[in-house]
T-cell receptor
Framework: DQQVKQNSPSLSVQEGRISILNCDYTNSMFDYFLWYKKYPAEGPTFLISISSIKDKNEDGRFTVFLNKSAKHLSLHIVPSQPGDSAVYFCASRTTQKLVFGQGTRLTINP | DTGVSQNPRHKITKRGQNVTFRCDPI?????LYWYRQTLGQGPEFLTYFQNEAQLEKSRLLSDRFSAERPKGSFSTLEIQRTEQGDSAMYLCAGSPGGSSGNTIYFGEGSWLTVV
């Protein structure tokens, strides 16, 4: 069963615009949510996280929003830059381990 | 730098051979994880150590897979009698304990190709 879903396999955004990546989860026991960025042939790199007691966390160009009632989180990147082109994974924590979505490939076009 | 080193970075092996991957986390990472990632999928949890104790194993970890963390420092993941379906990236990750332990930090991964 896929407890964490990223329904958009890919997303293309113009440089300078906002990128919005979405993630849905089913397990109400998840208490912490994270976003990772991954380049080919490298391990995932941590980007930003949010606790289940908050609804927003911001770090520079990156903002994560959490809607617990909808079991939905999103990552906003603004302004988008060419170096943001990568695969983005959302992850949810339960019992000390992370469950990942399938990833969304973000392409930033100049 | 995530504080997690893995080697080898790439391994090509013949079906039926055994392979071993090593992970070296910094001392602050008292939790250590192994994940596997195949093309088009997110990382899948395999197993988790708190210091030297293996606390959880996924059902993905068949009896051909074994992981150890003998002194609570480095860890090894061994795959016996490799099969083509084992071809994947094997990711090690570490996490500090306490209030900083919410985030896990991944190494660069070890690619396995079984031919």
């Amino acid at each position: 069963d896929q407890q964490v879903k990223q329904n958009s396999p890919s997303l293309s955004v113009q440089e300078g615009r906002i990128s919005i990546l979405n993630c849905d989860y089913t397990n109400s026991m998840f208490d912490y949510f994270l976003w990772y960025k991954k380049y080919p042939a490298e391990g995932p790199t941590f980007l930003i996280s949010i606790s289940s007691i908050k609804d927003k966390n911001e770090d520079g160009r990156f903002t994560v929003f959490l809607n617990k009632s909808a079991k939905h989180l999103s990552l906003h990147i603004v302004p988008s830059q060419p170096g943001d082109s990568a695969v983005y994974f959302c992850a949810s924590r339960t019992t000390q381990k992370l469950v990942f979505g399938q990833g969304t490939r973000l392409t930033i076009n100049p | 730098d995530t504080g997690v080193s893995q080697n080898p970075r790439h391994k090509i092996t013949k079906r039926g051979q055994n392979v071993t991957f090593r992970c070296d986390p910094i001392s602050e990472h008292n939790r250590l994880y192994w994940y596997r990632q195949t093309l088009g999928q997110g990382p899948e949890f395999l197993t988790y150590f708190q210091n030297e104790a293996q606390l959880e194993k996924s059902r993905l970890l068949s009896d051909r897979f074994s992981a150890e963390r003998p002194k609570g420092s480095f860890s090894t993941l061994e795959i016996q009698r490799t099969e083509q379906g084992d071809s994947a990236m094997y990711l090690c990750a570490g996490s500090p304990g306490g209030s900083s332990g919410n985030t896990i930090y991944f190494g660069e991964g070890s690619w396995l190709t079984v031919v």
